[in-house]
């Protein structure tokens, strides 16, 4: 498996794996819904690879994208906006290859703390965070299509 920075070729792909992990993991939510949300959420406008203190990172088996993440570093706070690997390929190990190259981009900006955004009722995502050293240190909210969801945030210091 090759990790690597995302390019804009690249979000194609990884737009395919955040509709098919959306749509396995997140039951609470509409199709219809999802599929909005993903082509919206999903874009070079929304992860402009450019901008300063911005990371995507791209996990890629046999030429084919199986997972990215995406990460935002702003002063002494790193924000992990999404990490998703493709249902296919989860617990093969890849979500903690992700992370630990990405970890490696933040402490590399001198970062003091990593916070995690999620939904509430992910368990995965849940398990996942706690497994690396997150705790849940805040709840807030999140709105897809004038519908609010709970949200869990999840912090790491370092």
């Known amino acids: 498996m ?4 995302a ?9 395919e794996v955040a509709r098919a992990t959306w749509h396995d993991t997140y039951d609470e ?11 919206n959420w999903y874009t ?8 300063p203190g911005t990371v995507v990172l791209v996990a890629e ?9 995406h990460a935002v570093v ?4 790193a924000d992990i906006l999404r990490m998703y690997v493709h249902p296919d390929h ?15 981009e933040i402490e590399s900006h001198e970062a003091e703390r990593v916070r995690s ?22 709840e807030g909210e999140v709105e897809i299509d004038g519908e609010y969801y709970p949200e869990a945030v999840y912090t790491l210091e370092l």
Not at 2 to 5: E, L
């Open 44 to 51: 070079d406008d929304s992860m402009p690879l450019e901008a």
């Open 29 to 39: 939510l509409e199709d219809d819904m999802i599929d909005r949300t993903v082509d």
């Open 74 to 77: 702003q002063g002494e706070t």
């Open 2 to 5: 090759n990790v690597r920075p």
């Open 117 to 138: 955004f999620d939904f509430a009722f992910n368990d995965a995502s849940r398990a996942f965070y706690e497994g690396l050293g997150f705790e849940q240190t805040d």
């Open 90 to 104: 989860q617990g093969e190990g890849i979500g903690s290859r992700l992370h630990e190259r990405l970890m490696a």
């Open 61 to 69: 088996e046999d030429g084919n994208l199986v997972g990215f993440t």
């Open 7 to 15: 390019t804009a070729d690249d979000f194609d792909p990884i737009t």
